[in-house]
């Protein structure tokens, strides 16, 4: 056996990882059996290792924690696979602890992308116990008893004012409801059976027309039963939307569990969660090395050290009704225009993917929780599902039959604010982390709301166009686009790969709207001879910062959202749109280009810049885009920088801030350079080392470990 040759910098990385420390700006898993070809970093040989991995993988470890008296607990959770980990015939095992594994997604080669886990598991109070996950051939299950549904169960809820009368869980027991006929009557809407722990959810209607209570039931084998209520106000034709006013009692097994008044906005719900018994208060803790490394999620630097404690101060660490945690109240650019949860995804989702500290699995809960306090929630009262766009081609709210809602809107703005070009990806993370059902239908219920940001002839109906290639509709800006294409394709994720058609449908056109807006986008600039062909890197944009008789002039951050969206819709898998590619590498061109690349014109010390003029003239359906980095830049910046490596503020010798870097312009730019050499663009690794070797990262990089949401860097292969 040949012995494999590693280099003394690998060597001590890898030792560091399994002690738990990591190098900054590379990740990967301890438990994953091949080193990193490569640190880069400088000093000692630069010869690096070659190994390869064949059959299943090697899995992390989960580690769950109880705050509960000692004893065997029942416990569910999400968890990502890396494609080829656990392949197709395989199943996911927990050394000797029992484990069920609900497959809900698979990769293109049928290996498996995503599970929801169930056991129960003996565990000691406060103590955290990881459980090293495996793989084993998939055994006969045909003689499996499953959990059954419950008999019965003592849940209600009793109404007073806009809403009256008590409605029961025990209404819904036993009722057929998954072929969905109307939202007149009670019972269970899907099953999930398996033989630790079966999931129920059922439907109860009230004397409201609009307002509908939701219960999605755990039963587990030891006789554990976790009840998730949703109080929801949200049907999208549904005549006389708005606000509801009521006080509420919520009751478990004769014991009250919550109570008090609530506002309830339109197209809203509140939640909790309550167990029949002894909560177990089981804290997971993942291996985030391990989620990134699936391409699932962005590759989050780790290796800057433990996040700040007074972090945890600003964010949410429990919700009740109507509470908007950490969300903002205004989503248009009211105030700083530049939102906290703004990103590829919110800040508390990714601190989840940074550290194990509870207080970060606390936020995320939270404010996945507080999420549903926003006006974005239309679900289709004629499949009970969040609503299929080919069913409201010709919708929006107050035309072609659908109603506008009355009442108090989210910070006084209306149904019609444009909440696309400040969204956020709400509930990605809490799905793969908790497996939800809740969670997977909020990052549905956000790519329907982006919808209807949209008017029904802009949009192309169905299509769900934001980006229109033959007219000059400017309704949507470039970040509209980025976050609504980022939306579909979180949706198009999360959606299970089987089950009831009216559940697997919703993927069909979240992908055909996908397609949809990269094919005009390709047809507007990237295509031989298109209007605005261009060989700067950037395609056709909202031309909303030029004033009257100035050269064409837009933000390049918008476009740098939309790079890293298209890079992640990549790494996702969502679509195989011959578009994306070229489309995606012509924006990997101009992020390249603004760090110095290709022809050297651009000053890559400039990168953090608010605007940057791209052509000559304006309007944008006639600009002459500039032909090389050189004349934009002469047309952007006025004064270059005097001699020296830090990154500066636009026509200034002024250094720019820590929030510049980690929070801002520049940030965003370098989270677009890691996506690029991720896929191979030319001149993306070098333009990111140029970048990085400057004074100013020296200086201000470890705030990532703090703000860590554009701390995206390429991955080790």
Same mark, same amino acid.
């Given at each position: 056996?040949?012995?494999?040759?590693?280099?003394?910098?690998?060597?001590?990385?890898?030792?560091?990882?399994?002690?738990?420390?990591?190098?900054?700006?590379?990740?990967?898993?301890?438990?994953?059996?091949?080193?990193?070809?490569?640190?880069?970093?400088?000093?000692?040989?630069?010869?690096?290792?070659?190994?390869?991995?064949?059959?299943?993988?090697?899995?992390?470890?989960?580690?769950?924690?109880?705050?509960?008296?000692?004893?065997?607990?029942?416990?569910?959770?999400?968890?990502?696979?890396?494609?080829?980990?656990?392949?197709?015939?395989?199943?996911?095992?927990?050394?000797?602890?029992?484990?069920?594994?609900?497959?809900?997604?698979?990769?293109?080669?049928?290996?498996?992308?995503?599970?929801?886990?169930?056991?129960?598991?003996?565990?000691?109070?406060?103590?955290?116990?990881?459980?090293?996950?495996?793989?084993?051939?998939?055994?006969?299950?045909?003689?499996?008893?499953?959990?059954?549904?419950?008999?019965?169960?003592?849940?209600?809820?009793?109404?007073?004012?806009?809403?009256?009368?008590?409605?029961?869980?025990?209404?819904?027991?036993?009722?057929?409801?998954?072929?969905?006929?109307?939202?007149?009557?009670?019972?269970?809407?899907?099953?999930?059976?398996?033989?630790?722990?079966?999931?129920?959810?059922?439907?109860?209607?009230?004397?409201?027309?609009?307002?509908?209570?939701?219960?999605?039931?755990?039963?587990?084998?030891?006789?554990?039963?976790?009840?998730?209520?949703?109080?929801?106000?949200?049907?999208?034709?549904? =005549?006389?939307?708005?606000?509801?006013?009521?006080?509420?009692?919520?009751?478990?097994?004769?014991?009250?569990?919550?109570?008090?008044?609530?506002?309830?906005?339109?197209?809203?719900?509140?939640?909790?969660?309550?167990?029949?018994?002894?909560?177990?208060?089981?804290?997971?803790?993942?291996?985030?090395?391990?989620?990134?490394?699936?391409?699932?999620?962005?590759?989050?630097?780790?290796?800057?050290?433990?996040?700040?404690?007074?972090?945890?101060?600003?964010?949410?660490?429990?919700?009740?009704?109507?509470?908007?945690?950490?969300?903002?109240?205004?989503?248009?650019?009211?105030?700083?225009?530049?939102?906290?949860?703004?990103?590829?995804?919110?800040?508390?989702?990714?601190?989840?993917?940074?550290?194990?500290?509870?207080?970060?699995?606390?936020?995320?809960?939270?404010?996945?929780?507080?999420?549903?306090?926003?006006?974005?929630?239309?679900?289709?009262?004629?499949?009970?599902?969040?609503?299929?766009?080919?069913?409201?081609?010709?919708?929006?709210?107050?035309?072609?039959?659908?109603?506008?809602?009355?009442?108090?809107?989210?910070?006084?703005?209306?149904?019609?604010?444009?909440?696309?070009?400040?969204?956020?990806?709400?509930?990605?993370?809490?799905?793969?982390?908790?497996?939800?059902?809740?969670?997977?239908?909020?990052?549905?219920?956000?790519?329907?709301?982006?919808?209807?940001?949209?008017?029904?002839?802009?949009?192309?109906?169905?299509?769900?166009?934001?980006?229109?290639?033959?007219?000059?509709?400017?309704?949507?800006?470039?970040?509209?686009?980025?976050?609504?294409?980022?939306?579909?394709?979180?949706?198009?994720?999360?959606?299970?790969?089987?089950?009831?058609?009216?559940?697997?449908?919703?993927?069909?056109?979240?992908?055909?709207?996908?397609?949809?807006?990269?094919?005009?986008?390709?047809?507007?600039?990237?295509?031989?001879?298109?209007?605005?062909?261009?060989?700067?890197?950037?395609?056709?944009?909202?031309?909303?910062?030029?004033?009257?008789?100035?050269?064409?002039?837009?933000? =390049?951050?918008?476009?740098?959202?939309?790079?890293?969206?298209?890079?992640?819709?990549?790494?996702?898998?969502?679509?195989?749109?011959?578009?994306?590619?070229?489309?995606?590498?012509?924006?990997?061109?101009?992020?390249?280009?603004?760090?110095?690349?290709?022809?050297?014109?651009?000053?890559?010390?400039?990168?953090?810049?608010?605007?940057?003029?791209?052509?000559?003239?304006?309007?944008?359906?006639?600009?002459?885009?500039?032909?090389?980095?050189?004349?934009?830049?002469?047309?952007?910046?006025?004064?270059?920088?005097?001699?020296?490596?830090?990154?500066?503020?636009?026509?200034?010798?002024?250094?720019?801030?820590?929030?510049?870097?980690?929070?801002?312009?520049?940030?965003?730019?370098?989270?677009?350079?890691?996506?690029?050499?991720?896929?191979?663009?030319?001149?993306?690794?070098?333009?990111?080392?140029?970048?990085?070797?400057?004074?100013?990262?020296?200086?201000?990089?470890?705030?990532?470990?703090?703000?860590?949401?554009?701390?995206?860097?390429?991955?080790?292969?």
């Amino acid at each position: 056996m040949t012995k494999k040759r590693i280099n003394r910098r690998e060597f001590l990385a890898s030792t560091a990882t399994a002690a738990g420390i990591i190098v900054p700006g590379v990740a990967w898993s301890a438990s994953r059996p091949c080193p990193p070809p490569g640190l880069g970093v400088s000093g000692g040989t630069t010869e690096t290792t070659v190994c390869s991995r064949t059959g299943p993988g090697q899995l992390p470890k989960l580690t769950l924690m109880s705050r509960a008296a000692n004893g065997a607990h029942a416990w569910t959770f999400g968890h990502v696979f890396r494609q080829g980990d656990v392949p197709s015939g395989f199943t996911v095992t927990a050394g000797s602890d029992a484990i069920q594994m609900d497959v809900r997604n698979r990769w293109p080669d049928g290996s498996l992308k995503f599970a929801v886990l169930s056991g129960v598991t003996t565990l000691v109070r406060n103590s955290p116990k990881p459980i090293a996950l495996g793989v084993s051939a998939e055994g006969d299950r045909s003689a499996t008893q499953n959990v059954p549904e419950p008999a019965s169960l003592d849940v209600k809820l009793t109404f007073g004012g806009a809403v009256t009368g008590t409605y029961t869980l025990q209404s819904a027991l036993g009722v057929n409801k998954e072929v969905w006929e109307s939202r007149s009557r009670a019972g269970r809407v899907r099953k999930i059976l398996g033989p630790i722990m079966s999931e129920y959810h059922y439907y109860v209607p009230t004397s409201d027309d609009h307002l509908a209570v939701w219960f999605y039931v755990r039963c587990y084998a030891n006789g554990a039963t976790e009840i998730e209520t949703v109080v929801e106000n949200g049907w999208v034709l549904v =005549p006389a939307p708005g606000q509801r006013d009521y006080t509420v009692a919520l009751s478990v097994a004769g014991t009250t569990r919550y109570s008090g008044t609530v506002s309830h906005l339109h197209h809203a719900r509140w939640s909790r969660v309550d167990w029949v018994g002894t909560d177990p208060q089981i804290l997971p803790a993942h291996d985030g090395v391990y989620i990134k490394g699936t391409r699932l999620v962005p590759n989050y630097a780790s290796g800057y050290g433990a996040p700040d404690d007074a972090l945890w101060s600003n964010y949410t660490q429990s919700a009740a009704p109507m509470e908007l945690g950490d969300w903002r109240s205004a989503w248009d650019a009211t105030g700083d225009g530049n939102h906290n949860q703004i990103g590829l995804l919110p800040p508390w989702d990714v601190m989840c993917l940074q550290t194990s500290d509870s207080r970060a699995y606390a936020a995320l809960v939270a404010n996945a929780r507080c999420a549903g306090s926003l006006s974005v929630h239309y679900r289709d009262e004629n499949t009970g599902r969040p609503f299929r766009f080919a069913n409201c081609a010709a919708q929006s709210p107050g035309r072609n039959g659908m109603p506008r809602a009355t009442g108090n809107f989210l910070g006084g703005l209306s149904e019609s604010t444009d909440m696309a070009s400040h969204s956020a990806g709400c509930g990605y993370i809490p799905y793969l982390i908790t497996g939800r059902w809740t969670a997977l239908e909020e990052v549905q219920f956000w790519a329907g709301r982006q919808f209807f940001d949209r008017g029904t002839e802009p949009r192309g109906g169905a299509l769900g166009l934001w980006h229109i290639w033959n007219s000059d509709d400017y309704q949507a800006q470039t970040r509209s686009l980025a976050w609504g294409m980022r939306q579909l394709a979180l949706a198009s994720t999360v959606v299970p790969d089987d089950g009831a058609s009216a559940d697997t449908a919703l993927r069909v056109d979240y992908v055909r709207s996908i397609d949809a807006n990269l094919n005009a986008i390709w047809r507007s600039s990237i295509q031989r001879g298109a209007t605005h062909e261009n060989s700067i890197g950037v395609i056709r944009t909202r031309n909303v910062y030029s004033s009257s008789g100035e050269p064409f002039k837009d933000s =390049p951050w918008q476009l740098d959202f939309l790079t890293c969206v298209l890079g992640w819709i990549t790494d996702l898998e969502v679509t195989t749109a011959v578009e994306l590619a070229p489309i995606r590498d012509q924006l990997y061109k101009f992020a390249v280009g603004r760090a110095g690349g290709y022809d050297g014109g651009y000053n890559w010390r400039n990168i953090s810049s608010y605007n940057t003029y791209y052509a000559s003239n304006t309007p944008a359906s006639s600009a002459t885009f500039y032909r090389t980095f050189a004349e934009m830049y002469a047309a952007t910046i006025t004064t270059p920088p005097d001699t020296g490596d830090t990154l500066v503020e636009p026509n200034t010798s002024r250094e720019i801030d820590a929030g510049r870097l980690t929070y801002g312009y520049a940030g965003m730019v370098l989270a677009s350079l890691a996506f690029a050499a991720d896929h191979g663009a030319s001149g993306a690794r070098e333009a990111l080392a140029r970048v990085r070797g400057s004074s100013t990262w020296r200086k201000h990089s470890l705030e990532y470990r703090n703000y860590a949401k554009w701390a995206v860097v390429p991955r080790e292969s």
